[in-house]
């Protein structure tokens, strides 16, 4: 059974590529989404999730909180000698949540996920790096398993990582290579695979000894690819824009105003905004946080009310500078996801005051908040319909390709605390359905009829044509004088790995479109779009593509570009 679940929509008046006839109807405005429960428990808390290209979401936390709510299956056990908590465990750390069927199953992680990282290699496998204890050296994989597949799981490789990483950054590059930077204690860089014979070799970066924070290291720095193919690298409250193949660093920027710590523990997001088409700019938005000396003060029981600003920055200027802009409300620890109309970026999880850490917050941000980057400055922000679930420390937020939100986790203290605590452990998953999935909207949203959004995965390589054929309900009505569909455009994005108020690797481009015409059934059209010319602009790998009207984005289809 697919699981269906519907907000309210959004209407945003400005957007770029093709006009066809329009008339009519008008987007819904709604009251700000709509929150279900997905599922009361699956056992695990969700502190690191990633979607893959079968539709299935990869969750995981820990294995040194103790025993989880979730069993492994025939009578499985995890014995570890190196394990600080459980020495012999039968339940699971991790778990696969099938979108479609909104069922779940336990799956076996040997070495200690705590803080980890993560990116999809090319092939669609997860490639899942560092930890804790056991686990700071290990590379973990986990294909996307086949349908109907319910055997598939981690396959665990000791000592890969030449460092101890543990609160680090990975970034896909180009070549398909896993850029991996940072971590506590750690002022370096690798890559993986590494293309060097000898082995693996971690690589001093300077900057990163030169943000050093007293309170922690700001550890899991904010990493976007330029779309130059050199790294934007942003640690404490400065960045750099660094070309990893020479080890040079080819910018330095501003800092940004207020010298606010914005990494962890301060626990901020970031995220590359949307490119447009044939892209010869590249912003980036960097929001919230936690002013300095925030989490030494938890400690004592003094909980500062987070920042409340964000900071723009065009980092393919010559001179860059930051732009200031204001939240509607304080948030520490909120997760940055794009959204696929590509002219939205939802704000959620997180708290209003503290900091990240174990009992460091104690006022919930439970409103997520819509940013429109192309709105007039003033006129960017909106806050949305809240949920009654606190997201905090732990929590994380993932796109599904139906264009809803999956949120999960939230473990704010030591081991699982179901009791006892103003915030207990949360096993739970919801779905947030921004204001597009309305059905007050039904008429207008496109829907991909060729290729099939249930099919294969289409393959496509760099600068190549793809045509997609697609239906608008409410066209039916402009053949007989109202109705029509609007402002066309098409989407293509990267699923994130989302950890500690971070998506890496996420990315959203808007395609080149060449034409869009109507078919001769009715209520259907094609556009063909061009697809990015670099693997700079889309490094190599799978990625949800979206038709777009108005601003009502279809459920998205699989590509594969390499």
């Known amino acids: 059974m697919k699981l269906t679940l519907l907000g309210n929509c959004i209407h945003h008046p400005v957007l770029l590529l093709v006009i066809l006839a329009c008339a009519g109807i008008a987007p819904a405005s709604g009251a700000g989404g709509r929150w279900d429960v997905l599922q009361r428990s699956i056992g695990v808390s969700a502190m690191h999730m990633q979607l893959l290209h079968n539709d299935r979401v990869i969750i995981f936390d820990r294995t040194d909180f103790g025993l989880s709510n979730l069993s492994l299956p025939d009578g499985r056990c995890r014995r570890n000698p190196r394990e600080r908590v459980v020495p012999m465990d039968c339940t699971a750390h991790s778990a696969e949540y099938d979108v479609a069927s909104n069922t779940f199953r336990p799956l076996f992680v040997f070495t200690d996920t705590w803080c980890s990282s993560g990116t999809v290699a090319p092939d669609g496998t997860l490639v899942q790096t560092g930890g804790w204890n056991d686990g700071y050296r290990n590379v973990r994989t986990m294909a996307a398993c086949e349908a109907g597949d319910d055997t598939c799981d981690w396959d665990e490789t000791q000592d890969a990582l030449a460092a101890n990483r543990w609160y680090a950054t990975n970034q896909i590059l180009p070549d398909g290579r896993a850029f991996i930077v940072g971590g506590r204690r750690q002022f370096t860089y690798e890559f993986y695979p590494t293309a060097d014979p000898s082995g693996a070799s971690a690589i001093s970066l300077p900057f990163l000894v030169q943000t050093k924070d007293p309170e922690e290291n700001n550890l899991y720095p904010f990493v976007h690819l330029n779309i130059d193919g050199n790294l934007f690298i942003f640690a404490k409250n400065r960045a750099i824009l660094f070309d990893y193949k020479t080890n040079k660093v080819v910018r330095t920027y501003p800092e940004l105003a207020g010298g606010d710590p914005r990494n962890y523990p301060s626990s901020g997001s970031s995220v590359l905004l949307p490119l447009k088409p044939s892209p010869t700019e590249a912003e980036v938005l960097v929001c ?75 006022t919930p941000a439970y409103a997520p908040v819509i940013y429109r980057p192309d709105h007039s400055p003033g006129d960017r922000f909106e806050e949305q319909s809240s949920t009654d679930i606190a997201r905090l420390y732990h929590s994380s937020a ?75 309900p ?78 009502i984005p279809s459920e998205g289809i699989w590509v594969h570009i390499q």
Not at 310 to 316: A, N, Q, S, V
Request: aromatic share 8%; with cysteine; proline share 7%.
């Open 288 to 362: 919230g946080g936690a002013p300095a000396g925030s989490y030494t003060s938890t400690k004592d029981g003094t909980f500062s009310s987070a920042l409340v600003t964000c900071g723009r920055i065009k980092i393919t200027d010559t001179a860059p500078a930051w732009v200031i802009e204001t939240m509607p409300s304080p948030r520490v620890m909120g997760d940055m996801i794009l959204l696929p109309n590509g002219a939205e970026v939802v704000i959620i999880n997180g708290a209003m005051d503290g900091t990240a850490g174990w009992e460091s917050a104690k």
């Open 398 to 472: 993932v796109l599904l390709r139906d264009g809803r939100l999956l949120v999960g986790g939230s473990n704010p203290h030591i081991y699982y605390n179901f009791s006892n605590v103003q915030y207990p452990t949360e096993l739970s998953l919801e779905a947030y359905s921004p204001e597009y999935l309305d059905p007050s909207n039904d008429a207008l949203r496109p829907t991909i009829v060729d290729p099939s959004p249930t099919g294969a995965a289409v393959s496509v390589t760099y600068g190549a044509s793809l045509t997609l054929q697609f239906s608008v």
């Open 474 to 551: 409410a066209s039916r009505r402009a053949r007989g004088g109202g109705g029509g569909i609007g402002l066309v455009s098409v989407t293509m994005v990267a699923p994130s790995f989302t950890t500690h108020s971070f998506a890496m690797n996420q990315r959203l481009l808007l395609l080149d479109v060449v034409k869009t015409a109507a078919l001769a059934r009715a209520s259907t059209y094609q556009t063909s779009v061009v697809m990015p010319a670099t693997a700079a602009l889309a490094p190599p790998g799978y990625y949800m593509v979206f038709v777009v009207n108005g601003h």
